[in-house]
Every structure is written in C-alpha cells, then in structure tokens.
C-alpha cells in the first residue's frame, strides 16, 4: 500500500511541474558524436518582437543550453560545426472555471426558465515557450530541435529555475548522453 501511495504522490508532484517539454524531435540518419563545436545564433533576428522586454530570460535560456551542450563534450567556438537557434514566444493567457448548478439564480417560476454553465475567469498569466533548434552549420540544416512551455514569473530566482529545469528535461531527450 506504501508503494501505490508513494508513486500516487510521485505522480502528482510531476502533474504539477510548472514546466513541461512539448516535444523533441531530430533527423533520422544524423551521427550527434560526430559533432565537436556549437555556437548560439543572432537570437533577435529570429523573434524580434519578443526580445523588446527585459524579461526574455535570454541570457539564462544560452546559460542553460551551453551548459547542457558542454555537458555532453561540446566546445564552444567561433566557426561552429553546430549553431543553436533559441526562439521565445510569450503569450497572455486566462485561466477559467466552469460554474455549477448551485451557482444559478434560483428559479421562481418564469416560464421557460433554463440554465447552463459558463466560463468564469479566475486570473490571467503569461505562459513562455522556447524552442531549441541545433542546426548542422555546414549544411544549414536543422538536426534536433525541443521545445518547452512554463507560466512565467516575475521572480527572476523562480524564472531561472524554471529555465534551468525546462532545458535540463528537454536535453534528457538529445541524442549524445552527458559525459561524467
């Protein structure tokens, strides 16, 4: 019984995880030890209108990406055999809640009286997506790409540490394990 409780608490500790990697995907037939040097693209010629604000995490995104690269013996240089491409998409969002049947008016004898639920709104947030593209710099092709989605905070401590942990799990899924 402690076994199911342990992994019921496991399981929703992970449903609650304020970071969540969409999707990894890479080209078929591609040998990732064969690659040495990585490089980070021009990120504002890919999203302009998202680096206009102080609070892209831009610096922390590339913080977090080299680390993970280098993890996996990859040396930064000048004229790379890879170049990563970070794309950052913010969007406003609104979260709902569907009402009940206790919250209807109460019914006193209309004619033709119905009720139905509705969509209340409880807050509004930002949520961030960054996508991680590895492209193969002598045939300028793309190779692996992750993206990762979390609500933004306007702590800079807890929005670092969302980034270090979205890019930590997307790179859980590259094709070169990290080195020990």
Do not use: H
Not at 9 to 14: D, I, K, S
Not at 30 to 45: G, H, I, L, Q
């Amino acid at each position: 019984m402690k076994t199911y409780f342990l992994l019921f608490l496991l399981a929703l500790a992970a449903a609650c995880t304020p970071v969540r990697v969409e999707s990894t995907t890479q080209s078929p037939g591609v040998n990732f030890s064969a690659y040495k040097t990585y490089n980070f693209m021009d990120v504002t010629a890919r999203n302009e209108a998202a680096f206009q604000g102080s609070g892209a995490g831009i610096e922390e995104l590339k913080s977090a990406v080299a680390r993970e690269l280098e993890r996996r013996g990859y040396q930064r240089a000048d004229t790379p055999d890879l170049w990563v491409n970070i794309g950052v998409v913010t969007q406003e969002k609104v979260q709902t809640r569907e009402t009940t049947i206790y919250e209807a008016p109460r019914y006193i004898g209309q004619r033709r009286y119905r009720w139905q639920s509705e969509q209340v709104p409880v807050r509004s947030y930002a949520e961030g997506t960054a996508t991680v593209d590895v492209v193969d710099a002598a045939r300028n092709e793309q190779i692996w790409q992750g993206v990762a989605a979390s609500t933004l905070s306007k702590d800079p401590d807890k929005l670092a540490a969302r980034i270090d942990q979205g890019i930590t799990e997307m790179f859980e899924k590259y094709p070169v394990a990290p080195r020990q």
